[in-house]
């Protein structure tokens, strides 16, 4: 499409197009001045050119060549040309040319900058937040931005493909139980009562599906009020989809569908499927987490059997009270005395009462502090259970089953993860328990408690152990997204409910409209949510999630740029029916007395 005030982007611009005249129009990267004749890097959304305004064929007036400075926005038009063969620049995709001005105009000038805007520069990521408009002019954001709508528009381009709709479902709603905080609205107009932003737009899917649309989709806004991690901040962006007339298989193979071609489109790689699966058990069992990095082996074994009838008290005894003895072979560390003591700290750091490290030596033994208390047959077994070779480092925590698992999996990744690895590994796991037990002892839905339990009778009777028809998928050891098959009987989400400790009469007044619902002759349905954040930053290498979201919020849920969270006017308050306690003035009180 033609555009008024540039003819090229300035990253486009190859060899090939030597003599065109161009316009372009971009920020001052970086400024040379050689003498007089000045060299500026020209950026814009496209990418970086090189441009020379020489002061004889007068471009601008001396004087406005002369006050050029960093991130000035400007205009130029010129002819390009080839640079001499030492000064082409091979880093750069338009490094064999440059363009020389004739014209030169200053659009808007700039401020001095707070921090050079350069991704080879480390800058404090508040600073970057509170100036986030000009953090995204530095190249890898700019990347990382493009990243993200390609993979939503792919996302898009399949959905549709696919037959689905794209149906938009409302952000104030009420309250529903879908595991976290919500995040609440207060209403002006029936003071005292409350929206919640939506945790997902869970149950209006489901309506949808009662109302009739086979399929839908959205790319969804979500909120929940949960402490932020790398991966976590209190609004994210999730591909949310549900189709009637649907069971887990149908779910998971539009996941793969969706996964493959954004892979494609984004990295070009081809990725295998059917992604392999492992059921929740499995994952815990030989991973020690439901969301496996499988991209290297290291598997937890179970070694309780080896030590059964040992004389080794430490083992033993956690044996006795019901626990379990677990190892992984983490391969040849290379570690010295200290690095291997400093693993067997780390997992008491995790929780474990220790960790005990053997290694394999060439002469079939093992080298480790607790060698001389296991006997010649556990030795014997551990080394061929393990497949250790001579220089293997195996692992070994014994304690609370939970405990263990919880330990071995996070050493497993603190020891084994590879590095700059390109390769992407997508997994399904199934077959999740329908409720876990919360810090009380109370069951809670462990996905959502929509989920279908595979056996109604089965979670009635032994609710503890019942597996759901839920499902996650897992990439590269995140989890990406999960889903179920749904409740379509008014009955079973009842009894649900009930397990859940929710009152019939609660169910009635919180969720009555939805039960209702589900009394019209709904069609059996499933569906899923894949975390956008969490994808495009994994297929962008990025560390975290704040670095493909172009607002974020910092780890303490402000934004630096705007000042939110804020305070707001008593009249705005009043109008709201909303009185801040006296405890929380004091603490405004006592933050600004110590100058926060
Ligand atoms: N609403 C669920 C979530 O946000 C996803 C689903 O079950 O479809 O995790």
């Known amino acids: 499409m033609a555009e008024t005030m540039k003819t090229h982007g300035a990253g486009t611009l190859r060899a090939a197009d030597a003599g065109t005249e161009v316009t372009l129009a971009g920020w001052i990267g970086r400024r040379r001045d050689h003498g007089g004749v000045i060299f500026v890097d020209l950026r814009d959304a496209s990418g970086v050119v090189q441009v020379v305004l020489n002061p004889d064929d007068a471009p601008a007036s001396d004087q406005e060549l002369s006050s050029l400075r960093m991130e000035y926005c400007i205009s130029i038009t010129g002819l390009i040309r080839p640079r001499p ?4 620049n091979p880093e750069l995709p338009t490094g064999e040319i440059e363009v020389v001005a004739n014209v030169m105009t200053v659009l808007s000038p700039s401020e001095t900058l707070p921090f050079q805007i350069d991704d080879r520069i480390e800058v404090d990521e508040a600073r970057r937040l509170q100036y986030r408009y000009l953090d995204l002019r530095r190249p890898s954001m700019t990347e990382n931005l493009r990243a993200r709508s390609k993979v939503i528009r792919a996302m ?29 609205v207060p209403s002006r107009l029936r003071k005292g009562n409350f929206y919640a932003l939506p945790q997902s737009p869970q149950l209006f899917k489901q309506l949808l599906m009662i109302g009739g649309v086979e399929r839908y989709y959205q790319v969804a806004r979500c909120y929940r009020d949960e402490d932020l991690r790398a991966d976590r901040q209190l609004e994210f962006t999730q591909l949310d989809f549900e189709g009637s007339f649907w069971g887990q298989e149908d779910v998971l193979a539009t996941l793969e569908e969706i996964s493959t071609r954004v892979t494609k489109d984004l990295r070009d790689i081809d990725v295998e499927h059917p992604f392999p699966r492992l059921t929740w058990h499995e994952a815990m069992d030989r991973y020690g987490t439901d969301k496996p990095d499988i991209r290297f082996g290291m598997q937890i074994n179970d070694l309780s059997d080896v030590f059964a009838e040992t004389g080794f008290k430490a083992f033993s005894g956690v044996l006795a009270s019901g626990g379990s003895i677990r190892g992984i072979n983490a391969g040849a560390l290379g570690l010295s005395r200290s690095g291997l003591d400093g693993l067997s700290a780390r997992a008491q750091e ?3 009462k220790g960790l005990v490290w053997m290694v394999k030596e060439d002469d079939g033994g ?17 080394g061929t259970g393990m497949a250790a070779e001579p220089g293997d480092v195996v ?74 028809k839920a499902y996650d998928l897992v990439l590269n050891g995140s989890e990406l997204g999960s889903g179920s098959v749904r409740i379509h009987d008014p009955a079973v989400q009842a009894k649900v409910f009930e397990t859940l ?42 560390p975290n999630i704040r670095e493909v979201i172009p607002f974020p919020k910092t780890q303490t849920g402000a934004d630096p740029l705007t000042g939110s969270p804020s305070r707001v006017d008593d009249d705005q308050l009043r109008e709201l029916g909303i009185e801040v306690r006296p405890a929380v003035m004091a603490e405004w009180a006592a933050d600004e007395a110590a100058g926060d």
Not at 366 to 382: D, H, Q, T, W, Y
Not at 435 to 461: C, Q
Not at 507 to 533: C, K, S
Request: glycine share 8%; no cysteine; net charge negative.
């Open 395 to 468: 692992l070994i925590v014994a304690d609370e089953t939970r405990t263990v698992l919880e330990v071995l999996g996070q050493i497993r990744l603190e020891v084994g993860q590879p590095e700059g690895h390109e390769e992407l590994a997508y997994l399904f796991v199934v077959d999740f328990p329908v409720f876990e037990r919360n810090e009380d002892g109370d069951f809670v839905a462990l996905h959502h408690p929509f989920t279908a339990p595979v056996d109604v009778r089965e979670m009635s009777e032994d609710p503890g152990h019942a597996i759901s």
């Open 366 to 382: 093992f080298r480790s502090p607790v060698a001389k208390f296991l006997s010649e047959g556990e030795l014997e077994e551990i």
């Open 501 to 542: 400790g929710i009152s019939d009469e609660d169910a009635e007044r919180r969720f009555g409209w939805f039960l209702e619902a589900l009394r019209y002759g709904t069609p059996p349905h499933a569906g899923f949510a894949v975390g956008i954040d969490r994808l495009v930053a994994i297929l962008q290498n990025a």
């Open 85 to 88: 063969d030492d000064m082409a």
């Open 156 to 184: 898009r381009d399949v959905m549709g493909d696919l037959g689905f709709m794209e149906i938009e479902t409302p952000t104030l709603i009420a309250s529903t139980p879908e595991g976290a905080r919500d995040m609440l």
């Open 350 to 352: 995790l929780g474990a």
